[in-house]
């Protein structure tokens, strides 16, 4: 079983940054790959980034190539999300995810290779 904590939303005007974190716990002893996804009200979840459970690959959406960068620290279970230049479009709630086992998600965008979730964060682009 592995818990999931989404922290670091909040509201920012358009071309700001923020730094989402996803905590990791539970059975840590395997590394999992995490994907972000995220959700607009209306609108159906899709997939934002994912890295491998060795962080040596990562996968991103085209829109957010080049402005979000994801990344993960193994020493402290945490995976993050860098986004920059944030634009009304990257309003919704941000959840992460995990696999029930170490394999890379194929297609990685997909919900439904994904297993465990977070309670998502709230993140609001606006001026």
């Known amino acids: 079983q592995l818990q999931l904590v989404e922290s670091g939303g909040g509201l920012v005007q358009p071309g700001g940054s923020l730094r989402l974190s996803c905590a990791v716990s539970?059975?840590?002893?395997?590394?999992?790959?995490i994907g972000w996804f995220r959700q607009a009200p209306g609108k159906e979840r899709e997939g934002v980034s994912c890295i491998s459970g060795s962080g040596g690959s990562s996968s991103s959406a085209d829109s957010v190539k080049g402005r979000f960068t994801i990344s993960r620290d193994n020493a402290k279970n945490t995976i993050y999300l860098q986004m920059n230049s944030l634009k009304p479009e990257d309003t919704g709630v941000y959840y992460c995810?995990?696999?029930?086992?170490?394999?890379?998600?194929?297609?990685?965008?997909?919900?439904?290779?994904?297993?465990?979730w977070g309670q998502g964060t709230q993140v609001t682009v606006s001026s």
């Open positions: 539970g059975s840590t002893s395997v590394l999992h790959a």
């Open positions: 995810a995990a696999p029930y086992g170490s394999w890379y998600p194929d297609p990685w965008n997909s919900v439904n290779q994904f297993d465990y």
